[in-house]
């Protein structure tokens, strides 16, 4: 099993940035995929960002030149730096790890408001 914590939401203005954190535990070994997703209320969730285990990186279009993803395998972490913020982007974010073998583990979500 894998626990996935995502921390860094929170109200921030149009055209400001936040960084969110998810937070990995547990039987981390072969983790192949994380994730950033968001989902607004009566809205599918949607991939925003995803970086593979060799480093490679996907962007959502409508985040692409604003937003950064990375991960830290050392410390078991995931970032998503968010810049140019516009109301948007406010969504709750959640944090997606996939295994090699295609196990899939969601963390509970962390709001993100963009609102003056």
């Known amino acids: 099993q894998v626990q996935l914590v995502e921390s860094g939401g929170g109200l921030v203005q149009p055209g400001g940035s936040l960084r969110l954190s998810c937070s990995a535990s547990?039987?981390?070994?072969?983790?192949?995929?994380m994730s950033w997703y968001r989902q607004v209320p009566g809205k599918e969730r949607e991939l925003v960002a995803g970086?593979?285990?060799?480093?490679?990186?996907n962007y959502a279009d409508s985040v692409k030149g604003r937003f950064t993803i990375s991960r830290d395998n050392d410390k078991k972490m995931t970032y998503l730096q968010m810049n140019s913020l516009t109301p948007e982007d406010t969504a709750v974010y959640y944090c997606?790890?996939?295994?090699?073998?295609?196990?899939?583990?969601w963390g509970q979500g962390t709001l993100v408001t963009v609102s003056e």
């Open positions: 547990g039987y981390t070994f072969s983790i192949a995929l």
């Open positions: 970086i593979s285990s060799d480093g490679g990186t």
């Open positions: 997606k790890a996939r295994r090699w073998s295609g196990t899939e583990y």
